[in-house]
């Protein structure tokens, strides 16, 4: 009986083993996670390969790439060039959506407007108040609470934090002197929230507070969002089309490698805090056939792929751009 | 009578008993080694530093210890108190069948995922007290509480009858029977509720997160926001790229361990003492 029942389990597992179809594994950042499991659902539908994706912070997700244990990694900061060494020096870096970072408040008004300066005075703790002077100035129109500025800021390392901390540092030099710009800083002032709905939650419940957030945080959450001044001198709120705006913008500035940033981009209706996220390949596949479905779902994402980012709140990449990552996916091997 | 089966499961039980000092010692050694990094970097000073920039590279841990140990404690204040008045109540003093309820609903306490206590404190508790150390602290003594209840009621049921009744008849009053015949030899039992309830309160993580405010900083003010050690590993660890990040964290886990170990040690010298103490004679 008991051998019996042995031998079919065996047989099941050689048959199921048999009739399974290719399967991709990747590893890494949570930021995209959603659009990236809409992706896979449907290149699945569509092609039959089956990609599963670890959504386990983009640091476990490179710290996996460079072990060799996943097919690709995803991540919201670029790899650096030792890291790119240890893990063979052939990475290649692809752009797959970019995201847009949003300043939500909750101070009993809506409409605030603030530039980079300011901005970078708030969560340095030097502007303490909500009617400072400085905020006055750029709001005229507003009747400014005298209340004081409660600052929340992420506590979990992420690279929504990098894309703002890079924001701060690019337009406030104090900001780049005292702090500096990484997934994880020495914060001079606030509280910390745990990943975005912690800091949703904590600037919901704490009058006269402010945090960053990511776009579809804002969004859903009815939140009130500060307009942010950008190089062109428009205040804008954080949109998904302001944020391929930024792209288009930066397009003749963004590196071969595409491992560069689209903070602060020259355009009228440019959103000033936004960022790519990557997937990171090998370009020298050691499995043909893991590589070829690899590079096929890439061109699929790039192309047929990118209508599904903008109900995410995800910013697809202009199209000039999505070409010449293109380009890079074709010279996978 | 001796037989082959008896030594097969002998063998297989061994086994099993095995495993556990074996994981335990598997578990220690990989926080050493993977830890070696950043105690070279810092040594024994990444104990009382309490920088914490990662764009810089420079950790220190004291403000995490002293926020585990803080809120750790805060906990066992309010909730030490309070189990144990309802572990007697339920056990020595409510004849009702109310008490019924009460104990399946302290039961019920103890089954809520901690990351729903997190949600609830944002909501609750962060408005009344602000994401702080005191907001993690209630929320703890709110998680261990039952722990604490629920054990300690067990071993007060565990007195043997015999005792009360002897109190009674000598003329003492419910509570002199509580405090000379029941709590004595329920003492080293009750320690030991309190203590895993103190193991729960060190190493909960996700609702301390939620509500202590994640502020690397050492304040008096119980109302300033703090930080834990297995807040900062939950925080940090995923996005943890460079080797030095990562082996700091790994050494914050290794000091996680070493506190549980000191107080779980400490906790059974005492329960040691008072079972000397208060052995029946």
Redesign the interface.
């Known amino acids: 009986m008991l051998k019996k029942l042995l031998a079919v389990c065996i047989g099941l597992t050689l048959l199921s083993g048999a009739s399974l179809a290719l399967t991709l594994n990747g590893a890494g950042a949570?930021f995209p996670y959603p659009i990236y499991s809409k992706w896979f659902s449907m290149y699945q539908q569509a092609k039959g390969v089956q990609i599963n994706y670890a959504p386990?912070?983009?640091?476990?997700g490179?710290?996996q790439f460079m072990a060799g244990v996943v097919n690709f990694g995803g991540t919201d900061?670029p790899m650096t060039d030792a890291?790119i060494d240890k893990a063979g020096g052939d990475v290649l870096h692809i752009p797959t959506v970019m995201g847009a970072v949003a300043v939500v408040y909750n101070a009993g008004f809506e409409g605030l407007k603030l530039d980079g300066k300011t901005l970078a005075g708030i969560f340095l703790g030097e502007i303490k108040k909500w009617n400072d002077p400085k905020i006055a100035s750029l709001n005229p129109d507003i009747s400014l609470p005298d209340k004081n500025i409660l600052v929340v800021h992420r506590?979990?390392?992420?690279?929504t934090t990098d894309i703002f901390t890079n924001y701060l540092a690019k337009v406030s030099s104090a900001w780049a002197a005292k702090?500096?710009?990484?997934?994880?800083?020495?914060?001079p002032a606030?509280?910390?929230?745990?990943g975005n709905p912690?800091v949703t939650?904590?600037v919901k419940?704490?009058g006269g507070s402010i945090g960053y957030v990511e776009l579809a945080y804002a969004e859903t959450n009815k939140l009130p969002v500060a307009a942010i001044k950008n190089r062109s001198g428009n205040y804008v709120t954080p949109s998904v089309d302001g944020t391929t705006a930024a792209a288009a913008g930066a397009i003749a500035k963004i590196p071969a490698d595409f491992r560069g940033e689209i903070l602060d981009q020259k355009g009228a209706a440019t959103y000033p805090i936004c960022g790519f996220t990557w997937i990171v390949v090998h370009q020298n596949q050691t499995n043909q056939e893991a590589g070829i479905a690899l590079k096929d779902f890439l061109i699929w994402a790039l192309t047929d792929g990118q209508v599904y980012a903008k109900e995410l709140y995800y910013a697809p990449l202009p199209k000039s751009l999505a070409g010449k990552v293109i380009e890079t996916v074709n010279s996978i091997k | 009578m001796h037989c082959k089966g008896d030594t097969v499961f002998r063998f297989i039980t061994l086994l099993f008993a095995a495993s556990i000092p074996l994981l335990f010692f598997g578990v220690f050694s990989m926080l050493v080694i993977k830890s070696q990094l950043s105690i070279q970097a810092f040594g024994l000073g990444f104990l009382f530093r309490s920088?914490?920039?990662?764009?810089?590279n420079q950790y220190g841990a004291l403000p995490f210890i002293y926020g585990t140990i803080v809120s750790s404690l805060l906990a066992l204040i309010i909730a030490v108190p309070l189990g144990l008045g309802c572990a007697i109540y339920l056990s020595e003093v409510s004849q009702s069948k109310f008490k019924a309820y009460i104990a399946t609903m302290v039961d019920l306490l103890a089954a809520i995922p901690s990351v729903v206590y997190g949600?609830w404190g944002?909501?609750v508790l962060?408005?009344i007290f602000?994401?702080s150390m005191l907001s993690g602290g209630v929320l703890l003594a709110i998680m261990i509480l039952p722990t604490i209840t629920a054990v300690s009621r067990e071993v007060l049921q565990a007195v043997p009858g015999s005792l009360r009744e002897s109190a009674r008849a000598l003329g003492a009053t419910q509570w002199e029977t509580v405090k000379l015949a029941v709590l004595p030899p329920a003492a080293s039992g009750i320690i030991g509720s309190i203590v895993l309830g103190l193991g729960r309160a060190i190493g909960e993580t996700m609702a301390v997160?939620?509500v202590i405010?994640?502020?690397?900083e050492i304040s008096a003010n119980l109302l300033a926001?703090a930080y834990s050690l297995s807040?900062v590993i939950?925080?940090?660890?995923?996005?943890?790229?460079s080797d030095l990040n990562?082996s700091v964290m790994v050494e914050i886990g290794l000091i996680l361990l070493f506190i549980t170990v000191l107080v779980n040690g400490l906790a059974r010298l005492m329960v040691w003492k008072m079972a000397g103490q208060n052995r029946i004679q």
């Open positions: 949570t386990i912070g983009s640091g476990g490179i710290r900061a890291e506590s979990d390392s992420s690279g702090v500096g710009a990484g997934k994880s800083v020495a914060w606030g509280v910390g929230g745990k912690g939650g904590a419940n704490n | 920088v914490w920039d990662p764009v810089r949600l944002i909501f962060g408005p602000g994401l997160t939620m405010g994640n502020r690397p926001p807040a939950a925080n940090e660890f995923a996005e943890a790229v990562f």
